[in-house]
Structures are given as C-alpha cells and as structure tokens.
C-alpha cells in the first residue's frame, strides 16, 4: 500500500497506482493469471484515456480492489450506477477513472494476492449463466462512453462474441 501511495504522491497527474496481483486459490495456491506477467518493479505511467482503450476495455485488467490505490476527488466525479452491478460494478469504476482524464501508475510488482475460489459470486453466476446480460450491459456503455465506431467497434464486438461462443460450447 505504501509503495502505491507514495507513486500517487509522486505524480500530481495521477488519479490511480496499482500494482500487479497473484491469484491463489482456497488452498493458498497460486493459480495462473495471464493479465499481469511482468513482475520487474518497474513503474509505468499512462494517460487515462489510453489505458482505458488499451489495457481496460479488453479486460478488467484492475480486478481486485486491495491491488489499487486512487484519488478521493475521482471517485464524486465518477456515475454511482456501477453501485447497482452484482459482478461487473468494479470494472465500470474502474472504467469511469481512467476515463477522467488523469494518469494511470501500474507498479510492475506482485504486491497483492487475489483469493479465488469456487464458492465467489462471480464463478456462481457464471455457472447459472446469469454473466453474460450484466457484462453485455457493462459492454454497451463502454461503447457508447468511449465513442467506438466503425473498425473499433467491429473488432470489439468480434472479441467478445467469440469470447461468448467459446465459454457456451
């Protein structure tokens, strides 16, 4: 926590640090993430606007609340509907901050652990099948808050309807 305050600190630009984050399961086990591979130390600064098309729109890159540190002015400025989403509400925050302008820190260091297991919410809904109208939902407003069109909006739609298709077979 105290590395990512004091790069927020450092960087009056910034409205957001986080670090990377290791997943492990109800055994304390590691489990492969694919998201964050670089574990160097480094620190990365990016504009808002960038990274919410490069590193949050294709996935919610910021998946866990304990791996971030962000500013208080940032969370009034951002719409509160997020509050009514059962598993996509943290990615629409994290959308609606990157998309205030500011820069982003990632602290390319496993500073946090991500517990996962079977019994979470998340892997419930999936399995009723009850993810997909609430992330089409959370889709459609990234669409229409990032402006995508033509191209953009060809490719992004493509991903995630083969994304649907292969988690329905």
């Known amino acids: 926590l105290s590395k990512l305050v004091g790069q927020l ?5 910034a409205v957001l640090a986080y670090a990377h984050s290791l997943w492990v399961n109800e055994k304390g086990q590691v489990v492969n993430d694919k998201r964050h591979k670089i574990n160097d130390g480094a620190v990365k600064v990016y504009d808002g606007l960038k990274f919410a098309y490069w590193a949050m729109l294709p ?15 940032v969370y009034d400025k951002v ?6 989403l059962q598993l996509f509400g943290d990615w629409k925050f994290w959308m609606g901050v990157c998309l205030q302008g500011g820069d982003i820190i990632e602290v390319r260091q496993y500073l946090n652990y991500f517990r996962r297991h079977n019994n ?4 419930k809904c999936a399995r009723e099948g009850k993810d997909w109208p609430e992330l089409m939902s959370v ?7 990032l402006g995508l069109k033509g191209i953009r909006l060809r ?3 493509g991903r995630w309807t083969r994304d649907f298709n292969r988690s329905h077979v």
């Open 155 to 157: 490719i992004f739609r």
């Open 9 to 13: 600190e450092s960087h009056p630009k």
């Open 139 to 145: 889709l459609r407003s990234f669409i229409s808050q």
């Open 59 to 73: 996935c919610n890159n910021i998946y866990n609340s304990s791996m971030v540190v962000f500013k208080r002015t």
């Open 120 to 123: 979470k919410v998340t892997f």
């Open 79 to 84: 719409d509160k509907n997020f509050l009514q």
